[in-house]
T-cell receptor, first 115, second 112 residues
Framework: GAGVSQTPSNKVTEKGKYVELRCDPI?????LYWYRQSLGQGPEFLIY????????DSGLPNDRFFAVRPEGSVSTLKIQRTERGDSAVYLC?????????????FGPGTRLTVL | SQKIEQNSEALNIQEGKTATLTCNYT??????LQWYRQDPGRGPVFLLL?????KEKRKERLKVTLDTTLKQSLFHITASQPADSATYLC???????????FGSGTRLLVRP
């Protein structure tokens, strides 16, 4: 079956621009997560959705970052006024249940480059 | 603050040997610990989970141990193969928290 997909795979933008990154989770998965991974580092948690609501957004670095999941499936991570420091790979993951220790399935990521 | 340490130097071993990777953590008492594999340009792939009350878990050639006194998990790959070459990440989670805290990963290179 289809795994987690993310679009675009690569995004190059200029400092100050707005970007949207999309995540399509595995069908039926209620939990969705966004992470950010810099070169040589592990993924860093950004936000977690259970259904349509953001259950934990404690990892969002500042108010330029926002994420939505309006119908409880596809999610969009939005970054306003991008900065060079936002350059990283943005990973999305989903899991099937609401159990905290449940296996997370990751997408391939979107590589964001801010010039 | 919570800290997870994985050896930043690559582990280089001969095919057929056992690879052992280490994950140490401080200022945290996780309810569980997960190990993931990550290949270049790909997202992490889940391998194994071990809970705080477990000492050891196995899956085929993989074994994970957890010592909550030492605050350390060891990840073993027996009879290693070149295809096992990848970065291995450990991640900690709590009972009531869905977010995973990842280490920076250790790169494993298995020479044919």
């Amino acid at each position: 079956g289809a795994g987690v997909s993310q679009t675009p795979s690569n995004k190059v933008t200029e400092k100050g621009k707005y970007v949207e990154l999309r995540c399509d989770p595995i069908s039926g998965h209620t939990a969705l997560y966004w992470y950010r991974q810099s070169l040589g580092q592990g993924p860093e948690f950004l936000i977690y959705f259970q259904g349509t609501g953001a259950a934990d957004d404690s990892g969002l670095p500042n108010d330029r970052f926002f994420a939505v999941r309006p119908e409880g499936s596809v999610s969009t991570l939005k970054i306003q006024r991008t900065e060079r420091g936002d350059s990283a790979v943005y990973l999305c993951a989903s899991s099937s249940t609401g159990l905290a220790d449940n296996e997370q399935f990751f997408g391939p990521g979107t590589r964001l480059t801010v010039l | 603050s919570q800290k997870i340490e994985q050896n930043s130097e690559a582990l280089n071993i001969q095919e057929g040997k056992t690879a052992t990777l280490t994950c140490n953590y401080t200022n945290y008492s996780p309810a569980y610990l997960q190990w993931y594999r990550q290949d270049p340009g790909r997202g992490p792939v889940f391998l194994l989970l071990i809970r705080e009350n477990e000492k050891e878990k196995r899956k085929e050639r993989l074994k994970v141990t957890l010592d909550t006194t030492l605050k350390q998990s060891l990840f073993h790959i027996t009879a290693s193969q070149p295809a096992d070459s990848a970065t291995y990440l450990c991640a900690l989670g709590g009972d009531s928290s869905y977010k995973l805290i990842f280490g920076s990963g250790t790169r494993l290179l298995v020479r044919p």
